[in-house]
């Protein structure tokens, strides 16, 4: 190709495109990982201990809402809370839960309406539960979700975590 003159001048022609010569697309979005820590898990039959559920890889999190499920048999939910990714800057958290059937648990929290998300990994909720025969389960995020601030989902990835009741 050469350049031709114009009435600006010389100018050059547009690069040649090819059939199918687009440039990539961009690769999806990176969602957030939820883990269940500390992972295995050992605890005495009668005991009550704590597990962290944590994120990793938030960017604009504004809400997490998951199902996580336990042998009811092997372990009893003795209470969930919230943990201090969401309200790192200061933003009240709403937590809603509830527990039906046993052993299937519905936790969703929340940051406020309005407001840019949070970035970065911490503690969303902390489930303490009570051990309460030995034997050896799981308890997994069957049901993992991430919402950024204007409440649109975000890939997420769950994960389980054994624990041993002695």
Do not use: C, W
Request: no cysteine.
């Amino acid at each position: 190709a050469q350049a031709v003159a114009g009435p600006r001048g010389l100018v050059s022609p547009p690069p040649p495109t090819t059939p199918g010569s687009q440039a990539p697309p961009p690769p999806p979005p990176r969602g957030v990982s939820l883990s269940i820590a500390p992972s295995p898990m050992q605890a005495a039959a009668g005991s009550i201990f704590s597990v962290a559920i944590n994120v990793a890889g938030a960017k604009d999190l504004g809400a997490v809402p998951v199902q996580i499920s336990y042998d009811p048999k092997l372990l009893q939910l003795m209470n969930i809370a919230n943990g201090d990714l969401l309200s790192r800057d200061g933003q009240a958290v709403a937590l809603v839960h509830r527990e039906d059937p046993p052993g299937l648990l519905q936790a969703n929290a929340t940051r406020p309406p309005n407001v840019a998300g949070i970035q970065g990994d911490g503690t969303v909720f902390v489930l303490t539960l009570m051990a309460k025969a030995k034997g050896e389960t799981q308890i997994s995020i069957t049901r993992p979700g991430a919402r950024n601030g204007a409440m649109q989902p975000l890939p997420a990835v769950g994960s389980a975590m054994s624990v041993s009741i002695r």
